[in-house]
């Protein structure tokens, strides 16, 4: 029999429908539930394509024995994080300071007033290496709760008290400036690791955001040790396992610091941020391999996660069915020697294998290896790399496909939809810009709707009930400016507009910091307000970049003043912590240059557009379009005339512009960096 999840649209809590256990999801009922039988909750936040969360599951979920325990002890809630990023940093925030980790599966345990008392991650079926089994943790919560409420009682409104008082210092004091930047930059080479590309040790993240503040603090001074690191790690990760040797795209990060053995899932916000960023190191170097790497992971978001709508979904499942049947982390992606035999006989399997790195012994278990570019092949002859290539993809698409977790998330739509644009426009792709476009228009009508506010998630053409948070206006503001950029169609303008006023009124609190949720939000133990990036650009960082992009394409004064009181905590933290807040860095970047405003008065698509548009400036903004009705669609392109009856293009920057030109070699230089 279903629980009360069947009626969600979260591809995770539709895993969870068939329980035994009683799931209710986030609401005010549940608590209400757990007031009326005075009991606690159990809440559980994991993610569709999180592997532990689907082994827990797996032990203790589909349990008979545990939900009938829980059931009758507790009220069990489930909660999506991908949906309900709030509920998830709140939580997260007091686990990792009760326990100084955290992770998913999070396991938390709730009085019914939603005050944290105890916490973990995943807990075993049975006792082992020092970690309780999850039955003896319930038994040991429904003691506590029976016998010792007046401690329970206490330690909740302990944590709960921490957490409020732990209000963030940001910057106040004004921008980052030349020597904050310089100090973050300082700081990035001293973790940079000088071996294998990338930062700090195993596991390895790709870092796209540092890699993007690199790319522009390079563009701005000519930094060449800047560049030197940016291009470095992209080939490492490039040529690793990391990367989708066969079919494109990035897994979530690598376990060991040379890139070689993934973490098998692909997340569409990974993809979006390294297309973005491989086409960008393409821009600054001409470089064959990042314009491959760019086309190859646009190519795999538009083949592998986009849905029926238009929209992209959120990410690829690490496991898949194995040739028994079971299911196994990487099975879709790893090959043995044997298997490359079966497939292109015996001369192009010893190619492939030297080629791809398979060895006797593997790189993964049971003598499978990932494939990688180890590089000592030798030259090679390319086009029987692509024959072997083609024959491997076909062979593995016979393979049982890993599960794809189809909700669209307005904030990683965003940053593919800005990824996608601009590939489009960098490498002749029309059709990608087109894809771009109809992300767009999704996330206009079924994200915006009739309510005028961003929800977060959609499946199947369907709004889902959770409000967006900071991050989904910053991420969609910023991708709607880059098609604009891109299109010369001021509509997306105007809609970037329209969200980024909600951030000026729902979501900018005193001295000009940000909240990750409205102000008309629901009220949680405590307002979550994360400037430092995860996976992604931080919500904070995400708007003040989009506020900043903003401000320069309409001149207006309160979206300029917003980006600058935002940018104070990267004053604070980029010197201290500039992995973590490299987006942030990345947008001090495009204010230290301006950012350049750029006009083109002639046609999309013509010369001095696309000579625009490959501009390395940092952060520069592009209006482009001709006759009467431009300036109407673009502030800047108001009193800019052809000259000569040539396209002509105005750059300007700090309230003085140069002189016009009509020449595509002048505008390159002038937005050279």
């Not at 930062?199 to 540092?210: E, S």
């Not at 489009?424 to 810009?433: E, N």
Request: hydrophobic content about 40%.
């Amino acid at each position: 029999m279903a629980n009360r999840l069947a009626q969600t649209t979260s591809p995770y809590l539709l895993q969870h429908a068939d329980n035994p256990v009683d799931w209710w999801p986030w609401s005010p009922e549940a608590f209400e539930e757990a007031r009326k039988r005075d009991v606690p909750v159990l809440l559980s936040v994991g993610y569709a394509s999180c592997h532990w969360c689907h082994v827990m599951a797996h032990e203790s979920f589909e349990d008979d024995d545990t939900a009938a325990y829980l059931n009758t002890h507790f009220v069990p809630v489930k909660v999506d994080r991908e949906e309900r990023p709030d509920v998830d940093a709140v939580y997260m925030e007091a686990v990792q300071a009760a326990t100084g980790h955290g992770g998913w599966p999070m396991t938390v345990f709730l009085t019914p007033d939603a005050e944290p008392f105890y916490f973990g991650t995943y807990f075993p079926p049975e006792p082992r290496h020092g970690s309780p089994s999850f039955q003896q943790v319930l038994e040991g919560v429904t003691t506590a709760w029976t016998d010792r409420r007046e401690e329970v009682a206490e330690v909740a409104g302990r944590i709960v008290a921490d957490l409020a008082g732990r209000s963030l210092v940001h910057g106040g004091d004004g921008v980052p400036g030349e020597s904050e930047v310089a100090q973050a930059l300082l700081g990035l080479t001293r973790e940079y690791d000088e071996q294998h590309g990338g930062f700090g040790g195993a596991p390895k993240f790709p870092p796209a955001m540092a890699v993007e503040f690199l790319l522009r603090h390079y563009a701005r001074t000519g930094a060449e040790g800047a560049l030197q690191m940016a291009a470095d790690t992209c080939a490492a990760m490039a040529r690793g396992g990391i990367y989708d040797q066969l079919g494109g795209g990035f897994a979530r990060y690598s376990v060991d610091r040379e890139w070689i053995v993934p973490h098998f899932e692909k997340m569409l916000y990974d993809n979006a941020l390294l297309c973005r960023v491989y086409a960008h190191l393409w821009r600054a170097t001409g470089s064959d391999e990042a314009r491959r790497i760019a086309l190859e992971t646009a190519d795999f978001m538009v083949r592998e996660l986009r849905t029926a709508e238009g929209g992209f979904a959120s990410a690829l499942d690490a496991d898949s069915e194995d040739a028994e049947g079971k299911h196994v982390e990487g099975a879709y992606y790893v090959w043995t020697p044997e298997q490359l035999r079966e497939v292109l006989g015996e001369d192009d399997a010893a190619f492939a294998a030297a080629y791809f790195g398979v060895t006797e012994e593997g790189t993964f278990e049971e003598g499978a290896s990932v494939l990688r570019l180890p590089g000592d092949a030798g030259p090679v002859d390319a086009a029987r790399v692509a024959g072997v290539r083609a024959r491997l993809l076909a062979a593995r698409d016979e393979r049982p496909h890993p599960g794809r977790d189809d909700k669209v998330v307005a904030a990683w739509n965003g940053l593919a939809i800005a990824a996608l644009a601009e590939t489009g426009a960098y490498f002749d792709r029309p059709d990608l810009v087109e894809r771009a476009t109809e992300a767009a228009d999704l996330l206009v009508r079924v994200h915006l709707g009739e309510v005028a506010r961003l929800t977060r998630t959609s499946k199947d053409g369907r709004a889902g009930d959770n409000a967006g948070v900071l991050e989904d206006y910053g991420d969609v503001a910023e991708g709607f400016l880059a098609l604009a950029a891109v299109t010369g169609e001021g509509a997306w303008l105007e809609f970037a507009g329209f969200l980024l006023d909600i951030v000026l009124e729902q979501f900018t609190g005193e001295g000009g910091q940000l909240y990750d949720t409205a102000h008309d939000a629901e009220q949680l133990i405590r307002r979550p307000q994360d400037p430092t990036d995860s996976a992604t650009p931080s919500g904070w960082t995400a708007a003040a970049g989009a506020l900043l992009s903003y401000a320069a394409y309409t001149g207006s004064e309160a979206h300029r003043t917003a980006a600058e009181g935002a940018l104070g905590v990267v004053k604070a933290l980029g010197p201290r912590v500039p992995r973590f807040v490299g987006w942030g860095l990345a947008v001090a970047e495009a204010l230290l240059d301006g950012p350049r405003e750029v006009a083109v008065a002639g046609p999309i698509g013509g010369e001095l557009h696309r000579t625009a548009l490959l501009g390395r400036a940092p952060g520069a903004v592009v209006a482009a379009g001709e006759g009467a009705g431009a300036g109407a669609e673009f502030p800047l392109l108001v009193d800019r005339p052809l000259v000569g009856g040539e396209p002509t293009a105005y750059v300007c920057r700090h309230f003085v512009c140069d002189a016009p030109t009509t020449d595509a070699g002048e505008l390159a230089a002038k937005l050279g960096g």
